[in-house]
């Protein structure tokens, strides 16, 4: 018999998704809400994110070279912490606020723990939250949408005040808040891209929402309209569809995704209705990377054949 069985080394199973395409793919799905949020904070946005995604691919290319190791900032994953990183600032900080912030991801949370899937935390969001204990002030001061922008607060901060925005205002977009908080819509818009084209699978984000909006119905009175309220304001739209679903700082199977988006639903409802913060997604998903080998340990199927 002329053909031979070969027997090649893990992986068998392949995929034609890269790294380039999957970065790609995040990338596109957030055009729509990075369009929409230059649209109504003007300049300050475009600025803002202009300033994070170039530090952030500068950051990267300088330390690689630094490190002697290929300059890969073609693959996107830079441009996706820059992108990611603006999303969670204000359209009123200082031009330094994300040049800091996007070194810090890239050469700190990134390239410190061995660079592109090594980082045990989501970058852009660690760098969020070291911004947020250095520059308080910087970080929660807000700007209402328009040419003529003025001091305003969030709307997690308005509910139940006569300014209070109504909720298709926050489902469509027309808030102030983060770059990434305006428009629950287009984020929902681009997770269904991501869905459709399986650089993602419902699972943390639906466990993450679900839960969340669980608690909230319940400890609220069952008040469907505050649920409402809650879901569609804030950065829980973005944090649950393009932070949480992080391939290198969540784990990487079903029940320990169940266990993470469980654990971050949690910890959001209990930041926003008991802690003094009226954002606790940043946090809740920080946290949850740090359990994340935890998880990983105790719901990784066990071998076959292998060892007790």
Same mark, same amino acid.
């Given at each position: 018999?002329?053909?031979?069985?070969?027997?090649?080394?893990?992986?068998?199973?392949?995929?034609?998704?890269?790294?380039? =395409?999957?970065?790609?793919?995040?990338?596109?799905?957030?055009?729509?809400?990075?369009?929409?949020?230059?649209?109504?904070?003007?300049?300050?946005?475009?600025?803002?994110?202009?300033?994070?995604?170039?530090?952030?691919?500068?950051?990267?290319?300088?330390?690689?070279?630094?490190?002697?190791? $290929?300059?890969?900032?073609?693959?996107?994953?830079?441009?996706?912490?820059?992108?990611?990183?603006? !999303?969670?600032?204000?359209?009123?900080?200082?031009?330094?606020?994300?040049?800091?912030?996007?070194?810090?991801?890239?050469?700190?949370?990134?390239?410190?723990?061995?660079?592109?899937?090594?980082?045990?935390?989501?970058?852009?969001?660690?760098?969020?939250?070291?911004?947020?204990?250095?520059?308080?002030?910087?970080?929660? =001061?807000?700007?209402?949408?328009?040419?003529?922008?003025? =001091?305003?607060?969030?709307?997690?901060?308005?509910?139940?005040?006569?300014?209070? $925005?109504?909720?298709?205002?926050?489902?469509?977009?027309?808030?102030?808040?983060?770059?990434?908080?305006?428009?629950?819509?287009?984020?929902?818009?681009?997770?269904?891209?991501?869905?459709?084209?399986?650089?993602?699978?419902?699972?943390?984000?639906?466990?993450?929402?679900?839960?969340?909006?669980?608690?909230?119905?319940?400890?609220?009175?069952?008040?469907?309209?505050?649920?409402?309220? =809650?879901?569609?304001?804030?950065?829980?739209?973005?944090?649950?569809?393009?932070?949480?679903?992080?391939?290198?700082?969540?784990?990487?199977?079903?029940?320990?995704?169940?266990?993470?988006?469980?654990?971050?639903?949690?910890?959001?409802?209990?930041?926003?209705?008991?802690?003094?913060?009226?954002?606790?997604?940043? !946090?809740?998903?920080?946290?949850?990377?740090?359990?994340?080998?935890?998880?990983?340990?105790?719901?990784?199927?066990?071998?076959?054949?292998?060892?007790?």
């Amino acid at each position: 018999m002329e053909s031979k069985l070969i027997v090649s080394s893990s992986p068998h199973i392949r995929s034609n998704q890269t790294v380039k =395409s999957i970065m790609r793919d995040v990338v596109i799905a957030l055009v729509p809400a990075t369009l929409y949020s230059v649209y109504i904070f003007r300049m300050n946005a475009l600025l803002t994110i202009l300033l994070a995604i170039i530090t952030a691919v500068a950051t990267e290319a300088v330390i690689q070279k630094i490190r002697k190791k $290929p300059i890969t900032i073609s693959d996107w994953s830079a441009v996706i912490t820059g992108l990611l990183l603006a !999303f969670n600032l204000p359209a009123s900080v200082p031009w330094w606020i994300p040049v800091i912030g996007a070194i810090f991801a890239i050469a700190i949370v990134k390239h410190a723990f061995g660079g592109l899937g090594q980082n045990f935390m989501n970058p852009a969001l660690a760098a969020r939250a070291f911004l947020v204990a250095s520059w308080p002030v910087e970080m929660t =001061s807000w700007i209402s949408p328009g040419v003529d922008a003025v =001091s305003t607060a969030t709307p997690l901060t308005l509910w139940g005040d006569k300014m209070q $925005p109504s909720i298709m205002d926050l489902f469509i977009g027309n808030v102030g808040g983060s770059l990434g908080e305006t428009s629950a819509l287009l984020l929902i818009i681009g997770g269904i891209y991501l869905l459709y084209r399986g650089v993602i699978k419902i699972t943390i984000p639906g466990m993450y929402i679900g839960t969340f909006a669980i608690l909230t119905f319940i400890f609220s009175g069952f008040d469907f309209t505050f649920t409402l309220y =809650s879901l569609v304001s804030g950065g829980l739209m973005l944090g649950a569809i393009y932070m949480a679903t992080d391939y290198v700082s969540s784990p990487v199977n079903t029940k320990g995704q169940l266990i993470f988006a469980f654990g971050c639903g949690l910890i959001t409802f209990v930041i926003r209705t008991y802690g003094g913060m009226a954002e606790g997604v940043s !946090f809740s998903i920080l946290l949850m990377n740090v359990a994340t080998p935890i998880i990983e340990r105790y719901t990784t199927p066990k071998i076959f054949g292998g060892a007790k």
